[in-house]
């Protein structure tokens, strides 16, 4: 017992030093990400080209990711796990990249010749303004070229997150928002009377950002001597050692290919909200995001590779249960505390009013309920997909779209924009309660203290408590509350 104990405690340390590397360079990315936000809302706030600017880049986004991120992580880092053992991580991971590339190029021309038709599906509402829709076609168009760095970046990534480089891939977004400000920012100087000339160069922005993301991550490839020789074999014995990654990869894009759904409805849905609804829901889930990509899209990231070898998984998934609640649990409460004073701070300047702050918060609140079971989700997915289950993880994506097929249209009606994020946590909820029960005999592993039902008891009271009339110092303050209650929360835990 006291061997498990200690096995329990080292498995916790390395998930935290994991996760220390990960978190550093995605802080970096997400500080910078930030200020890409800040900026478009200063420059644009919650109007129609910052929907139509929206719009655009998360066409694309869509299928990066189905087909590149999420297929990458659930799907290529286990196979190339085992490549490695049987030394044919070179020739199998070329295989892989060539084919990337030639699906990527063929995405990006058919998204530029079925663009319109792209749009009108996604966007619907923006047909009834011509001149928004017609500009939202040639933005996607100049857009659909980046679906190449986006695939081959997703690669290169996954590649080095398989050998434990945790570092790059979390850090490389930065450099995509730091070319996207640098040149948003001349441009809007140059351009700022020139609104629609200014949307199209913020577009251009985007591309260049994308590039430089995925240039920065192949020194790192060089320097780990992790590069392959781009010298495809396509023999029949090679193209037999692909079948588990395809075995895989299938249904990873089919059930990701569900959940992107909630995503194109929602989309579809604020478009018909009226101005300014489509951009307000991505500002919100921007800041929502933003403790998912720390810790919950981290946590899932850095254990994947020991998931994949770990015999005992669900001594394992109880250790990674444990570090993202305790990490994520006072996070999540003092985000619903301070929704509106959050939002205010990071947006409201420029073109960004006090109402759409208003509207945004309300938004936001509603998503915040989703950040821990969003990030749970993720990480049990990643017990199925170790052990190659894949009946689950499809059933899970198919019960959280059905799940927001039903409550979207109903609380959108409504609530307005606030009910499609309502919809989503209700979604992200019912696909966790799923996976979870799916593994009866790890339920049953929980214990609940009563001193930690106590604890968060109080925290929620002293946060709700409004002491300062400035907002910057109520945060501040309410932050170190937050910590308090993370280290105690870590002690009774323990």
Not at 37 to 55: N, Q
Not at 162 to 182: D, G, S
Not at 345 to 365: H, M
């Amino acid at each position: 017992m006291a061997k498990l104990r200690s096995s329990g405690r080292n498995r916790g340390s390395e998930i935290t030093r994991n996760l220390f590397f990960f978190f550093s360079g995605t802080f970096v990315s997400r500080v910078f990400g930030f200020l890409r936000e800040i900026f478009i809302a200063f420059s644009l706030g919650a109007t129609h080209l910052a929907d139509i600017l929206y719009v655009s880049f998360r066409i694309p986004n869509f299928l990066r990711d189905i087909v590149a991120e999420n297929a990458i992580q659930t799907a290529f880092v286990p196979s190339y796990i085992k490549w490695k053992g049987k030394n044919l991580r070179e020739k199998l991971s070329s295989n892989i990249f060539i084919i990337y590339v030639i699906f990527a190029i063929f995405i990006s021309i058919l998204g530029i010749i079925f663009a319109p038709l792209i749009v009108k599906i996604t966007a619907f509402g923006f047909t009834k303004i011509p001149w928004k829709y017609n500009l939202t076609v040639k933005l996607t168009r100049i857009l659909f070229p980046l679906v190449v760095f986006l695939f081959l970046g997703s690669f290169l990534s996954g590649i080095l997150n398989a050998e434990k480089r945790f570092l790059p891939p979390a850090l490389a977004p930065a450099f995509f928002n730091i070319t996207f400000l640098v040149l948003g920012i001349f441009f809007y100087f140059k351009y700022r009377t020139n609104e629609k000339v200014f949307l199209i160069f913020l577009g251009v922005s985007l591309l260049l950002g994308i590039f430089m993301q995925f240039f920065f991550l192949i020194p790192f490839i060089f320097k780990n001597k992790l590069f392959f020789k781009i010298s495809p074999d396509f023999t029949k014995q090679k193209l037999g050692e692909l079948k588990p990654f395809f075995a895989l990869l299938l249904p990873v894009v089919l059930s990701t290919s569900l959940n992107q759904i909630i995503l194109f409805i929602s989309t579809l849905l604020a478009s018909l909200l009226g101005k300014g609804a489509v951009a307000t829901l991505n500002y919100a889930f921007r800041v929502m995001h933003f403790p998912i990509a720390f810790l919950g899209v981290g946590m899932a990231v850095t254990t994947l590779p020991d998931m994949v070898k770990e015999k005992n998984k669900e001594e394992y998934l109880l250790n990674v249960y444990k570090e993202t609640i305790i990490i994520l649990l006072p996070a999540i409460i003092f985000m619903i505390i301070n929704a509106d004073g959050i939002i205010k701070i990071l947006f409201e300047r420029g073109v960004f009013s006090r109402i759409d702050t208003y509207q945004t918060s309300s938004v936001f609140l509603m998503y915040s309920f989703s950040v821990i079971t969003v990030s749970l989700a993720k990480i049990n997915l990643n017990y199925f997909y170790s052990q190659n289950k894949i009946i689950e993880p499809m059933l899970s994506f198919l019960f959280s779209t059905s799940s927001y097929l039903i409550f979207a249209p109903i609380l959108s009606k409504l609530m307005g924009v606030p009910g499609l994020a309502l919809a989503s946590s209700v979604a992200s909820f019912s696909q966790w309660i799923f996976l979870l029960h799916r593994i009866p005999s790890f339920i049953n592993r929980f214990r609940y203290k009563i001193g930690f039902l106590t604890g968060l008891l109080i925290f929620v009271f002293l946060l709700y408590i409004k002491i300062f009339n400035v907002i910057i110092i109520e945060l501040i303050f309410d932050g170190i509350l937050t910590l308090m209650f993370y280290l105690g929360l870590k002690k009774i835990w323990k």
